[in-house]
């Protein structure tokens, strides 16, 4: 049966920062690449300047363990690429907690959607954070999804991540 997770990995002490284009374009090509595996798919994401936030399915704990080391290899290959280093990019491997209730999800989402304005680097009231994938989720109650998700971004499988969330309230855009 596949489960929500809330997923975090953090980069090692300083390197660049993640929020800026370049370093925006190889996260994107790395979920594109990895992001979707037998039992496992990255949903929603959110990515800050020293870590990132995933919200993913997976089937079992082996389809989590497989999807993540993909992810995570792929990040730090790409990563050392555009930054011309070697070496250990993540911290640490992950760290991921699964969401058993529709309030443990939308509490989730809330926190990985907003969580640029969390660290103050996100103050825009009317609008997702570009570095998230805000401006694809269909749940704001006060925001248009855009229509069409990349093709390598699959819509949510388990029920929890596609509808049941709702039973505990909508998200808000504008801070709620």
């Not at 002490?13 to 798919?41: D, T, Y």
Request: aromatic residues 10%; hydrophobic residues 40%; positive net charge.
């Amino acid at each position: 049966m596949k489960r929500p997770l809330h997923a975090t990995v953090r980069l090692c002490n300083g390197l660049p920062n993640l929020r800026s284009k370049r370093e925006h374009a190889v996260l994107l090509e790395a979920f594109e690449r990895c992001g979707q595996r037998a039992g496992f798919g990255v949903r929603q994401w959110s990515i800050q300047g020293n870590h990132i936030h995933l919200i993913v399915e997976a089937e079992r704990r082996e389809d989590l363990t497989r999807g993540m080391t993909g992810l995570l290899t792929s990040i730090a290959r790409r990563l050392n690429k555009l930054w011309q280093t070697r070496g250990r990019v993540l911290a640490d491997r992950f760290h991921a907690r699964v969401l058993r209730t529709p309030i443990e999800v939308r509490n989730a989402l809330r926190y990985v959607l907003h969580n640029a304005r969390n660290h103050g680097l996100w103050l825009w009231p009317d609008r997702p954070d570009p570095y998230s994938s805000g401006e694809y989720f269909d749940g704001w109650a006060d925001y248009p999804a855009r229509s069409l998700l990349p093709p390598w971004l699959a819509a949510a499988a388990t029920w929890l991540l596609r509808t049941g969330w709702q039973r505990a309230g909508p998200l808000q855009l504008a801070y709620d």
